[in-house]
């Protein structure tokens, strides 16, 4: 339960800090990506169109991580490294953060008009949300939730293409592919360090179920194939050599975010997870941006 001293503000912050707010640039820099390339090419800037990104991208996020955290709670408060998350820590109850599960659904929902009149995005809304929410029940039955996850964020470029355009454009599925590589591959390495009490729980991770130190393998293929899809969007992207440039430098970070972590240690994974992936996110997007407006 609460606390006595909760405020409107306190409250707020607890609530930013249960969905992980900041872990929203893992996402949204793709979408604004598809998007710059859509304006660039395809159709005229419209303000309505920018702000439907950036509310579907903040609610559809907040409604799946709430209620991830609404599912789990009863895992959360078991595992050593999650017992002190807003549920199981009592800063927040199961009963707010389902409430704020239901109303980010429903903002999702209503943000889609904002694409009016394309009404594809309204369509689509219920069935992506659904996909999104199943995330959180995956790793009861199947070691792949981490490539759920992935095809869960892989989404947000196709998406914003089908919201501006109606169409979906073919380079736009290695941009897809890429995501799906990469956050299947850095999600298996955050899940190590919860790879012995999954096997106790009875939960299923890739981690868990094939040893540390296989995993930590898959997710350098996964990796590998992340820089091999993002070399091939550039190539059939309206992207030239600037954002290419870029995919060399992800690519060496993705070395040393795999040089960061070894079997015997998994002390920085929480560095390899955030920090490195942030500035991949972060950076893809500026050097695309900056390719279309330099170069073509």
């Not at 736009?172 to 955050?190: E, M």
Request: hydrophobic share 55%; proline share 4%.
């Amino acid at each position: 339960m609460t606390t006595a001293q909760s405020t409107p503000t306190s409250t707020f912050k607890n609530y930013l800090g249960l969905i992980r707010f900041s872990h929203t640039i893992f996402a949204l820099p793709f979408a604004l990506l598809s998007a710059a390339i859509a304006w660039r090419t395809q159709v005229e800037f419209r303000v309505q169109d920018l702000c439907g990104i950036l509310l579907c991208m903040v609610f559809a996020r907040t409604s799946a991580m709430a209620f991830n955290r609404y599912a789990d709670r009863k895992i959360d408060a078991e595992n050593p490294r999650t017992k002190s998350r807003h549920i199981p820590a009592g800063i927040l109850s199961a009963r707010q953060v389902l409430g704020l599960t239901i109303f980010s659904g429903l903002a999702f929902v209503a943000s889609t008009l904002l694409f009016f009149p394309n009404r594809t995005p309204l369509i689509l809304s219920v069935p992506v949300l659904v996909f999104l929410l199943g995330y959180s029940y995956v790793k009861r039955f199947s070691m792949w939730a981490h490539y759920w996850l992935a095809a869960a964020l892989m989404l947000s470029p196709i998406a914003t293409w089908i919201a501006l355009t109606g169409t979906v454009d073919p380079s736009l599925w290695w941009l897809a592919a890429a995501i799906f590589f990469w956050v299947g591959g850095f999600d298996i390495i955050y899940a190590c360090q919860d790879a012995e009490f999954d096997r106790q729980a009875g939960l299923f991770s890739i981690p868990a179920r094939i040893g540390i130190p296989k995993a930590l393998k898959l997710a350098a293929l996964s990796h590998f194939l992340c820089a091999i899809t993002l070399i091939l969007f550039a190539w059939t992207s309206p992207l030239s050599w600037l954002f290419l440039a870029s995919v060399i430098v992800v690519a060496l970070l993705l070395i040393y975010e795999h040089a960061l972590v070894t079997p015997q240690d998994l002390s920085r994974a929480g560095v390899a997870f955030f920090n490195i992936n942030a500035i991949i996110s972060i950076g893809l997007f500026l050097f695309g941006i900056a390719d279309l407006w330099f170069t073509r």
